[in-house]
């Protein structure tokens, strides 16, 4: 069985969605912020980030995006991407690593208090040029999902959705302001709350509700 280390409404969600679409087995095990600097938690998540999944055989995944990749080759009786090792998956592949590894540590830079920062001048300018970046790439999520649309892999419903909508609960000033913006992201985020399956773990992050997010 799994175990997902999770918080809500943190980067968990996405994971957290997924095993519940897969109607897989697993046990989430909820942690608050501090739990998450523990030392023993860095045993598991070697940079301290959520999410993790535990293993049957003991070990642990990270990032979330490899976690995503895992379980939808690991589960094919209930697919949540196209066949692994097709075109389509690559396709799939290329979308969820734009999203992982350029929307994701986006969405940290435009909150301030950068590490990166040595003044406050600095610190103003790098939030002003990552929110600029964030609107730019979400432009192009827009643009895929309202011409290949509803979904990001066109009529089918995949994980990519439920990344995406992840990535919509911080999205700036708020997820009403951020979604007005992006109409077509916006519908597709709504198809995902709306999914039945999902009621539950929506709930339990605070997040069923447009700007559940805080």
Not at 39 to 62: H, K, M, Q
Not at 72 to 86: E, F, L
Not at 108 to 128: M, R
Not at 177 to 198: G, I, T
Request: aromatic content about 12%.
């Amino acid at each position: 069985m799994y175990k997902l280390y999770n918080v809500k409404a943190w980067g968990s969600v996405a994971p957290h969605l997924l095993l519940e679409e897969l109607d897989v087995p697993y046990t989430n095990v909820w942690m608050t912020a501090e739990q998450v600097k523990a030392p023993e938690f860095r045993a598991l998540s070697p940079l301290g980030y959520i999410p993790a999944l535990g293993l049957a055989d003991g070990r642990t995944l990270f990032e979330s995006a490899a976690i995503v990749t895992h379980l939808v080759i690991s589960h094919r009786t209930k697919p949540m991407s196209p066949q692994p090792g097709s075109d389509d998956f690559g396709e799939f592949q290329s979308w969820l690593d734009l999203m992982s590894t350029n929307l994701y540590p986006l969405s940290n830079f435009t909150l301030g208090g950068n590490a990166y920062a040595l003044t406050p001048e600095q610190d103003a300018h790098i939030v002003a040029s990552a929110n600029r970046r964030w609107d730019e790439l979400w432009g192009l999520i827009e643009t895929r999902l309202r011409e290949e649309g509803p979904w990001l892999m066109g009529e089918t419903y995949s994980a990519l959705d439920l990344y995406a909508f992840m990535l919509c609960l911080w999205g700036k000033p708020g997820e009403a302001a951020f979604l007005a913006r992006f109409p077509a992201v916006a519908r597709m985020a709504a198809a995902v709350r709306a999914r039945p399956r999902l009621k539950a773990a929506l709930e339990a992050h605070g997040i069923m509700q447009l700007g559940g997010y805080r």
